[in-house]
């Protein structure tokens, strides 16, 4: 897949399906800002050739990104990012990144896999975002479930 930007992997075991993994991580990598406006996506056959999953199955995940505005089919040519998600600090060599990359290093050098790392970020979020929800909205009844 020379010359392409991104390679899909496949968790079979996860439960979620592969169009779905597809779209997730076309998605992290436009925020992360790996993937750009104009780059091209891998061809549908290049997908199957490296994961073994059904061509439909890339052909679906292609048409949802192309349904949500992320990219456009070009016939003959291939599939190419219309639309970035990428956000400042976000990109690989923002200095927030480097803080992420070591506090991940602690992470799992404290023992923590990758789920356990995944929910302590996510109850994190959750608790910062409910505690922003109360300062903009204080004595708002239920402010704190609203996100639960």
Not at 3 to 18: F, N, Q
Not at 19 to 30: G, K, P
Not at 82 to 94: F, I, K, V
Not at 110 to 119: Q, T
């Amino acid at each position: 897949m020379e010359g392409d930007v991104i390679e899909y992997r496949i968790d079979r075991g996860g439960g979620v399906p592969a169009y779905v993994q597809i779209v997730e991580q076309t998605e992290r990598a436009l925020r992360m800002g790996t993937l750009r406006v104009g780059d091209k996506l891998p061809t549908a056959r290049e997908v199957v050739a490296a994961t073994a999953i059904n061509p439909n199955t890339v052909l679906r995940a292609y048409r949802d990104m192309e349904q949500a505005g992320l990219v456009e089919l070009r016939r003959g040519l291939g599939t190419f990012v219309t639309r970035s998600l990428a956000r400042p600090g976000a990109e690989d060599d923002s200095p927030l990144r480097a803080d992420l990359t070591a506090w991940t290093a602690r992470a799992r050098a404290a023992g923590l896999e990758r789920a356990d790392i995944l929910a302590l970020v996510t109850a994190t979020l959750d608790a910062y975002d409910n505690e922003q929800d109360r300062q903009q909205h204080p004595g708002r009844p239920g402010a704190e479930e609203e996100d639960a």
